[in-house]
């Protein structure tokens, strides 16, 4: 384990990697549909509150060993067998999370113990890996160690959260405490390695770019399975009438669009040449992962308002698919922009376009439109940015690509 060449060519995602990530199906499905159920009852803030907690702490535990992989995946008996290990404590962590948001829906106390047991789980494996590199790889030793002991150090905060009886008002405080500490630890251990003179962790661009655009198919799957339930609701409602037929063309070009609207970047390329802008761009999917995740929890809401089982009325239905399409179409601007070190025009000219659909949306609901006519609106959102991008915005990437990669040069 002495690291892997960060200039590899045609490195890609293994399929030890591509096994691992079927566990946050599991665990993106449950922090959907718990919040989807929240929110049919009306109980907006414990929902939100809850998504939010899940989201950070499901996409954390993915980045925690993707990057690492990307580093120093030997892909040796031992390596899978901790994979394996950190596998079974995502599926703790979703087996805890309904425990999570009902103490959320109570409000007494932060029950989030079998949540910190699965990362207990993932993180005993993941520390033992940082202690190898640190053994094996004796040039990044100091990485290493900071890594090992920072995470641990912050592990031991959360179980103490966990264990005691701490009131959901100071649980929260402290947790946001603990999110920032989670994220300060990795720039602090990349940090010190730069500034020792060893450098960072030997992560691999391209690889990298494309861990993060399977994980972001991967909660597109949210969009779809609240596409299918909407659609079933629909039939065992009334049968196949033109309304179903409506929502399973919206679902799936919602779906659609959001897919060709993230990959329209090679992240890779830029990532490659400015290794520094990774922590921002890497920690900004937090919210392409939840937004997608949330647009999907959107979707499974339609079902509930077809049922007659939902408390928040066509328009908040509407708007709980709205927003987050929205959250995503702005962190993917924000995000092109850091990478590229520009703003274009012509993103802000798109934004507005988006929003303007969007907001449609919205209104029809309010005045009384079908849920599928509304629901058509919110689906051309994020076909502007499509319809922008191949007719003149390749051109403009295509400029501003080029100009970044020569700077570089």
Not at 126 to 147: C, E, I, M, N, T
């Amino acid at each position: 384990m002495t690291g892997r060449d960060p200039q590899q060519a045609h490195r890609a995602a293994t399929p030890l990697e591509l096994l691992f990530d079927l566990t946050f199906v599991v665990a993106f499905g449950v922090a959907s549909s718990q919040t989807a159920h929240l929110l049919s009852e009306g109980h907006v803030g414990p929902a939100l509150l809850g998504f939010g907690f899940a989201l950070f702490a499901i996409s954390w535990a993915w980045i925690n060993f993707s990057w690492f992989a990307s580093a120093y995946d030997t892909d040796d008996w031992l390596f899978r067998v901790l994979t394996m290990v950190q596998m079974i404590g995502v599926i703790v962590l979703a087996l805890g999370l309904p425990v999570l948001f009902e103490s959320l829906d109570h409000g007494d106390r932060l029950d989030n113990t079998i949540v910190v047991l699965g990362y207990v789980i993932m993180r005993v494996a993941l520390v033992l890996q940082w202690l190898r590199a640190a053994a094996q790889d004796p040039a990044r030793k100091v990485v290493a160690l900071s890594y090992a002991k920072n995470i641990a150090l912050i592990q031991i905060g959360w179980v103490v959260v966990a264990i005691l009886p701490i009131p959901i008002g100071v649980a929260i405080p402290i947790s946001l405490v603990l999110f920032a500490a989670e994220m300060a630890a990795p720039v602090f251990a990349e940090g010190k390695g730069v500034r020792s003179g060893v450098g960072s962790t030997p992560w691999h661009a391209h690889h990298i770019a494309e861990r993060y655009g399977l994980l972001a198919i991967i909660t597109l799957g949210e969009v779809v399975l609240g596409t299918v339930t909407a659609a079933t609701a629909v039939i065992d409602e009334s049968g196949w009438n033109g309304e179903t037929a409506i929502l399973v063309i919206t679902g799936v070009g919602l779906a659609f669009g959001l897919w060709w609207s993230y990959f329209i970047l090679d992240a890779g390329a830029v990532l490659q040449k400015f290794r520094s802008r990774a922590f921002v761009w890497g920690y900004g999917h937090v919210l392409i992962f939840a937004s997608i995740t949330a647009t999907g929890t959107g979707l499974h809401l339609v079902e509930y308002l077809i049922e007659h089982h939902t408390e928040i009325g066509i328009v908040g239905t509407v708007l709980s698919v709205a927003i987050p399409v929205f959250v995503f179409m702005i962190t993917s601007f924000a995000l092109y922009a850091w990478l590229m070190r520009s703003l274009d025009p012509l993103h802000i000219v798109l934004v507005a376009i988006s929003a303007a659909f969007l907001a449609g949306g919205v209104i029809a609901a309010a005045a009384g439109a079908s849920i599928g006519v509304c629901l058509m609106l919110v689906t051309l959102s994020p076909y502007v940015v499509v319809v922008g991008y191949e007719t003149i915005g390749h051109r403009h990437q295509a400029a501003q690509l080029a100009r970044v990669l020569a700077a570089a040069e």
